[in-house]
């Protein structure tokens, strides 16, 4: 098993359901929207997904194969690409659409987090003193992704917001991603079965095993 807690069979997600991310922080926003379609593609076609989203406001697509449930606790996948949408095609499938409300930041629901400077290795949340570079950042990357730096409070040293990581795994911003909706996915950290998140990871598209792991709640 790649999970850490026990999912029950229903297909019904409430509010307090664990949620596993995984965050694409390399991924050029320009090219966000094909890769959730081409993996769309994919998973309805091999039979994982259903074709269309639910009518929730943050469109999750029905997991139909009962073995993947099973093995995995994921019960719905969201697919999600910066500055896009999902509606039904008309023709029975979904499709991506500019607007709404994808900005490509990923962290607990509460909003709590922390992160690590890539250059000295000192933690920041926000609240904390010298945070306000951090703040700002989360505000820029909205608009100007490209512009979003952090000064580490520690050693001074500007970097890009996506290159910082949660040491707790709560945080991650990135153009392109896929919430697994069902479970805390620890398998995917290197915990308990090895090849089972490989092949998970594979089936979802990150061959190299690059995406940032991210667990929330729905």
Known sequence: MLYDEPRGASPSLTMSDATTILVDTDLERDD???AAMDLYL???GDGTIAAQPSDDEEARFRVLDERF???TGIQAIGLHASGHRWRGDGRGGAELIDGGRENGIFCRYDGSFSIRCPECGERL???DDGS???EEALAVWCDAPDSAYVACPSCATWTP????RSPEHDFAVGHYAITLYGAHLQGLLGKGNAHAATALRHRLGDL???YTVVFARS
């Open 32 to 34: 966000a929207a094909a």
């Open 42 to 44: 994919h998973l309805v």
């Open 69 to 71: 449930v099973a093995d």
């Open 125 to 127: 949340a926000p609240g």
């Open 132 to 134: 306000e570079a951090l």
């Open 161 to 164: 917001l996506h290159l910082w």
């Open 208 to 210: 190299a095993g690059d």
